[in-house]
């Protein structure tokens, strides 16, 4: 079975400063994907990371990194230069490619808090 | 615009009586997902699609249905037997089942008094 653990289910972050979402996963399959979710109150879900478990690269996009540890299967956000419309929900998910092709499995979030 | 549209965004029902949430994609996904989020947790799959008339039970698929007669379209339904039915309602698309990327709807939220 899959699982995503967010252990903090809260953060605040001064802006402009950076700051790391923890994000732990548990999979028996060898093929899978990490991606992480921005919700904000209006409850959209939108995309903002993807890791795959081959990836040697750590994935990157704009202020926007994942810290891809696969020995310690830890997939941490780290957000730089925090703004104040960071402020959201954040999920961490996998999806399986092998056994549980198409499930995902999500955690249950860290609130961000950006302080001006 | 390409996308997927939920509707309605609030909705409202008496227990007991069955209600059925809209979810259109016109971004020619062959996979479609419906997701359900309770307050301060995150999204549990219901019910999935690969392809038209085909779909599969998710996580927690007791007391919901879904039908795949069209390729853009993929309506639940929240039948009387689902016990505890508020809640958010999230629909969301994918290329494939192992493409990278789902993308999501705006959500329903069913409150059922």
Known sequence: AQKITQTQP??????????????????SDQSYGLFWYKQPSSGEMIFLIYQGSYDEQNATEGRYSLNFQKARKSANLVISASQLGDSAMYFCAMRSYNTNAGKSTFGDGTTLTVKP | DGGITQSPKYLFRKEGQNVTLSCEQNLNHDAMYWYRQDPGQGLRL?????????FQKGDIAEGYSVSREKKESFPLTVTSAQKN????????????LTSDTQYFGPGTRLTVL
């Open chain 2, 46 to 54: 219901i019910y999935y699609s690969q392809i038209v008339n085909d």
């Open chain 2, 85 to 96: 039915p508020t809640a958010f309602y999230l629909c969301a698309s994918s290329a494939s």
């Open chain 1, 10 to 27: 809260g953060m605040f972050v001064q802006e402009k400063e950076a700051v790391t979402l923890d994000c732990t996963y548990d999979t």
